[in-house]
Structure formats: structure tokens, C-alpha cells
């Protein structure tokens, strides 16, 4: 399929129902972009109609026809590809997916190489691993991220990103249980929960799936749910640094949270995938809260601390101590899922993730998140300075900006079409998003101070 091809597919308001209709006004005031040629254009390969009229005689799982939308960052590149066919000289910036852009420090990368290589000697061969991860990168898993926390080498489950171990979590815990979300969050979560059968219907009205319980986040309740108004869940994920308020959750309120866990029985699957992007004192991890080992799991990726979104490489700590109603250890359950739907992480990429946890590899690490993080501060100081209000960016690579009263796709469209920066609205991640866009701080410096050049100049 050409890339002209794959673009020319009509864009649909009604493929998606995160997609608002875009009503926006252009009539706003009208901005003068300078146009540069960008190269290189990223083709999503979404499947294309079938010029056939045959058809099987297999039917459709209803579970995933349950769902309304195309995956909300293939979307949003759809979009932006759209945007390109109408504007081919726009210097368009990404400023969307949260896809990171600064090379792997070469540490690493040298790591990975060596591995590679050695793959071509008889003596350096390894082919199929164990399938929870090599001994020596859990054990630096477990005395880099839960020194003291008493999580041992062998409750962490090395894998091949925080995303997929999220699907296989989900078929640990099956189609009958009930979950629970911050609104907004991160779309695998809800969109993983409805494949696996876990939801009623979408209902259009109140923009959620019946049968999971959506816990409010918003600057009203400091981005905390009130979690007397939950009815009980048996899982709850939890996200902190969340993506995509931002908002990183204090030690009091994670108290509160295992808290609600242990009452109710419940499991929290807390994703940490933002967490060395914590400035404070804020637990880093939920193991640092007394008691979590016997109601938390949690997941977590080298993808926004290494760049290894390409790469591939992230982990799942499931402590002994946690077990079902029965008794049986989910990490019994856990291995044996990881065992039949996966064979382990590329050998190469454990490698890298080794070299990442060397005292070089974290110092490179922490200079490329402190340079995403210098990114997040020219993005809120850019906002603050418009009179919008802004939050996140001190804990996490995204801000998270209000535009009180507005529908968030028009806001989305209307800074695509006037500036030909893509950023994200806020309602693709939960009706609780309405009415913010999220900014990342993925981008090279010059285009993070390019896009907010042309912010200044839209919303001046
Ligand atoms: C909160 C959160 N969890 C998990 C992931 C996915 O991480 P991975 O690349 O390890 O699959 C992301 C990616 O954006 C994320 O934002």
C-alpha cells in the first residue's frame, strides 16, 4: 500500500466516537506559518476495505465490535496525515502520541550492538530466553526500583513494554471482573478491558462503557478520585505520574488508595511508566506504601526513560504476597499467561536494558528525561504566560492545558489547522478529559520552541 494510498481513505467523524464533530470556528485570528518541506511522512497501515465480496463464515468477536473507536493515537496520526494531503509543504510538529524523539544514548545503544554481535559466535548464541527475563536484568530491576521495598529478583516478569503486559494482565483476571479507571487515562486500559469482555455496550449519553467504573481526576479533587463514591471494583488501575493529567499522586493519597484496595478486596495495577519523571517526594513506585504487596501489582517500561519505544523492553512486579480469594498466588497465574501467549523479551533489548541500569546508563537516562523535562517547562511557561491553566509538566512529560467550556477535538483541530502542531484532546482519554488538550514534551528543542512560537502567536 503507497502512502498516497493509505491517505486518500476519507476520514470518517463517525469512525470513532472519540472523534467529536469538528465544529470549530475558523474565523479565528489567522496565522502565517512558515512552510518547509518535512520529508519524510509516517504511514499508519490501517486496514484498507476489502475490494472483495466474499466473505467467511467466521464471525466478528463481539467484544471488540464492542469497541467505538480506532485506537485513539492511530487516530490522531490519521489526522495529522490527513492534515499533510491538505498542507504537503506544512512543517507539521508532533507534539501528539507521546512518541519519544532523542537517540538512545550510545551506552546503551553500544550494549545492544555488542549483543548483536555476539548472536553471530557460536559461543555468543542464545535463542529462545526464559520467558520472565534474564536473571541478571531482574535482579537490576529489583536493586534499582525496589531497593528496600522487599521485592525480590524473582516477582519481577521482564517484558516487552508496559502496553502489552496490560493486555496480558487482562486475561490473567478474565471477562468477569469488574474495573475500575482514573477519567481521563491512558485508552489501553478501558479499550483492553472491553476486548477481553469485561463491559456492557458504549452508551452514547454519558460516553462510557457500562460495567466499569470511570473515578472522576480533575483539578476540583486535586486529580485524586473521591473514592467514597466508587462502588467496589475488583481491579483498579492506576496511573502515577498519571498520563495524561500529569499528576503525580502523593503519599497520603496512595495511603488512601491501597486503603480502598485492602477494604474492598480489590487489586490495583498501578503503572509507573512515568515515574523517574518525579521532581518530589512522591512514592515512585506504590510498594513504597505499607501494605501494597498484598493488593498491588505493577507495570512499568524503559520506553520514556531509555527512548526505548522502538526497542521494546518493560517490566511487571507481581509480589508472592499477592493472591486471589482462593489463595493462589496471581503470580503463579501471571507466569503461566507470560509462558503461553509470550516467549520472553528480545535478547538483544535486555541487554540495553542492562546497560540502562549501569551507573552510566542512568546517568544518560536522567539527562535525557531532564532534557524532556526542560521541554515540559517551555511548554507550561508558553501557556501559563496566554492565561490558560495549566497542569502537570513537573512529574510527567505532559501538560495539560484547560480550555474551559470548549470540546476538545475542535481545540485539537483548531491548533492543527491554524499552527500545524498536533497535540491530543483531552476527551480521547475519558469523558473526563473534555475540555483539555495534552501537550507533550516529546520533541527536539527547536520544534518544541517552534510550536510554541506559533502557540503565542494563535492564542495571543
Ligand atoms: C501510562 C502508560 N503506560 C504504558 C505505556 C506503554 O508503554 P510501553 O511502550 O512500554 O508499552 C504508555 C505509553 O505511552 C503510557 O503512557
Not at 486496514?47 to 463481539?62: C, F, I
Not at 529478583?153 to 521482564?158: E, G, L
Not at 515512585?284 to 501494597?292: D, K, N, V, Y
Not at 504566560?385 to 475542535?410: E, T
Amino acid at each position: 500500500m503507497s502512502i498516497t494510498q493509505s491517505l486518500s481513505t476519507p476520514l470518517s467523524s463517525s469512525s470513532s466516537t472519540f472523534l467529536a464533530p469538528s465544529t470549530f470556528n475558523p474565523s479565528r485570528s489567522q496565522v502565517t506559518l512558515p512552510v518547509k518541506s518535512l520529508g519524510v511522512c509516517k504511514c499508519i497501515a490501517a486496514p484498507q476495505e476489502a475490494d472483495t465480496a466474499y466473505k467467511t463464515k467466521v464471525s466478528r468477536n463481539g467484544n471488540i465490535a464492542k469497541l467505538q473507536a480506532g485506537y485513539l493515537f492511530p487516530e490522531i496520526a490519521r489526522r495529522r496525515n490527513a492534515h499533510l494531503l491538505k498542507y504537503p509543504d506544512a512543517k507539521v510538529i508532533s507534539l501528539g502520541i507521546g512518541d519519544t524523539t532523542e537517540p538512545i544514548p550510545d551506552a546503551i545503544t553500544s550494549a545492544m550492538s555488542k549483543r548483536s554481535h555476539a548472536l553471530s559466535t557460536v559461543e555468543g548464541y542464545s535463542g529462545y530466553g526464559a520467558e520472565q527475563g534474564e536473571k541478571p536484568l531482574r535482579s537490576a530491576i529489583a536493586s534499582t526500583f525496589y531497593r528496600d521495598l522487599g521485592i525480590e529478583d524473582d516477582d519481577i516478569f521482564v517484558s516487552d513494554g508496559a502496553k502489552c503486559d496490560i493486555s496480558r494482565l487482562q486475561i490473567v483476571f478474565g471477562s468477569k471482573i469488574k474495573m475500575a479507571v482514573q477519567d481521563p487515562s491512558y485508552p489501553a486500559y478501558v479499550d483492553s478491558s472491553v476486548i477481553m469482555g469485561q463491559t456492557g455496550y458504549y452508551q452514547k449519553d454519558v460516553e462510557k462503557f457500562a460495567n466499569i467504573e470511570y473515578m472522576r481526576c480533575n483539578p476540583e479533587n486535586g486529580f485524586f478520585p473521591d473514592l467514597s463514591s466508587i462502588s467496589r471494583p475488583d481491579i483498579i488501575f492506576f496511573c502515577s505520574p498519571n498520563n495524561p493529567t500529569g499528576a503525580a499522586a502523593t503519599r497520603e493519597q496512595l495511603t488512601q488508595l491501597v486503603k480502598f484496595a485492602k477494604d474492598n478486596g480489590s487489586i490495583i495495577i498501578f503503572d509507573s511508566a512515568y515515574a523517574m519523571y518525579i521532581s518530589g517526594d512522591n512514592p515512585r513506585s506504590i510498594f513504597e506504601i505499607p501494605g501494597a504487596k498484598e493488593v498491588a501489582l505493577e507495570v512499568s517500561s524503559f520506553s520514556k526513560y531509555a527512548g526505548f519505544t522502538g526497542v521494546r523492553l518493560g517490566w511487571t512486579v507481581i509480589p508472592k504476597q499477592l493472591l486471589f480469594s482462593d489463595g493462589f498466588p496471581v503470580a503463579k497465574d501471571f507466569n503461566r499467561i507470560v509462558c503461553t501467549c509470550f516467549n520472553g523479551a528480545s535478547n538483544i533489548s535486555q541487554a540495553g536494558g542492562l546497560a540502562c541500569l549501569s551507573p552510566d546508563g542512568l546517568k544518560a537516562m536522567q539527562d535525557v528525561i531532564g532534557f524532556y523535562k526542560e521541554n515540559t517547562n517551555i511548554i507550561v511557561e508558553t501557556f501559563d504566560s496566554l492565561g490558560f491553566k495549566v497542569y502537570g509538566g513537573k512529574d510527567a512529560p505532559y501538560v495539560w492545558v484547560h480550555f474551559p467550556g470548549r470540546n476538545s477535538w475542535d481545540v485539537f483541530a483548531e491548533i492543527l489547522e491554524k499552527t500545524h502542531v498536533v497535540t491530543t484532546p483531552g476527551s480521547g482519554f475519558g469523558p473526563g478529559g473534555e475540555g483539555f488538550v495534552r501537550v507533550s514534551a516529546f520533541g527536539h528543542r527547536e520544534n518544541v520552541l517552534e510550536a510554541c512560537r506559533r502557540f503565542k502567536e494563535l492564542y495571543k
